[in-house]
């Protein structure tokens, strides 16, 4: 996808598979919103296909799903029960059903006796809050979250995860975009990360982490730790504990291999340690940028 002589996004291809959560990332400026924005219409891809379901997206399907976008877009002069009774409405639910569920919402995030403040009195936490409420108030079978935890703070966030898990088990497919790694962790089954528009990551987050990370080993011993560049390095020992990182070409196996038997020492521990998807998304993102996508 192009702007001007921009290009935002280059042969990007993904799926999402019903009832999974899948992790949508990528810093800021990486394309992952207007991705979204094209798979829903608002933007015209300039080729290649954005299906949901098989179909491109029309808003007959909007019964059918949440779309939480970065920008809050509740009415602001409203209380907070009427606008969650407007978009509950807006969504083909009658009065009955939106008011009792909205109610039972508010209690649920701590907001119960702000139910008839006006929006524009809220924090913004407080907003985000109604802003998740009226995306998930018609059960959405798609669920599409940009940055829904933004302005949140832990005990809230923890919160969300805790719904989002729920809307899992209940069959709800999501995508989610997050800068918080240990949400992806906690949650997504698979990931795509975006970098300059172009697609880097791709799969489980075990397949990720086995593809892009570093395995370094824990390893605790008896003896002399044998010098062995051409199999690893020591990265750092203390006493009888050490991390080592294999050497290019070498895998976990090979050192291990190259350890047993040795004349003089003997392993008590051994210890596989991936890398966190937060440290293989920074090592990602410190790289330096090839070609011309913004």
Not at 73 to 93: D, H, I, N
Not at 132 to 137: A, E, Q, R, S, Y
Not at 169 to 185: A, R
Request: hydrophobic content about 35%.
């Amino acid at each position: 996808m192009r702007f001007g002589d921009k290009t935002i996004i280059k042969d990007l291809s993904f799926e999402v598979r019903p009832g999974e959560t899948f992790g949508f990332l990528g810093s800021n400026g990486s394309g992952k919103t207007t991705t979204l924005r094209a798979l829903l219409g608002i933007y015209e891809p300039d080729h290649g296909e954005l299906l949901v379901n098989g179909r491109r997206y029309s808003s007959k399907m909007g019964s059918y799903l949440g779309y939480l976008p970065e920008e809050r877009g509740l009415y602001q002069k409203e209380t907070v029960l009427a606008c969650m009774m407007y978009f509950g409405r807006l969504k083909g639910m009658t009065a009955g059903d939106v008011r009792k569920w909205s109610l039972s919402y508010l209690e649920r995030v701590a907001l119960l006796d702000k139910a008839n403040v006006r929006m524009d009195h809220l924090s913004g936490g407080e907003q985000q809050k109604i802003q998740l409420g009226v995306t998930i108030i018609n059960d959405p079978k798609l669920l599409i979250l940009d940055e829904p935890t933004k302005g949140f703070d832990p005990v809230t966030r923890r919160l969300l995860m805790d719904i989002l898990e729920e809307l899992s088990k209940g069959g709800t497919t999501t995508v989610l975009v997050t800068h918080q790694m240990e949400e992806v962790e906690r949650l997504c089954d698979r990931v795509v990360l975006l970098k300059d528009g172009v697609r880097r990551l791709y799969g489980t987050v075990s397949e990720v982490k086995d593809e892009f990370g570093s395995k370094n080993i824990g390893i605790d011993f008896e003896g002399t730790l044998p010098k062995q560049p051409a199999v690893y390095q020591i990265i750092r020992q203390t006493g009888q504990s050490a991390n080592l990182s294999p050497a290019e070409g070498m895998t976990p196996r090979h050192v291990l291999e190259s350890l047993v038997g040795k004349r003089g020492f003997s392993i008590t521990r051994f210890e596989v340690q991936q890398e966190s998807l937060d440290d293989i998304f920074v090592s990602i993102y410190s790289e330096a940028t090839v070609g011309s996508h913004v």
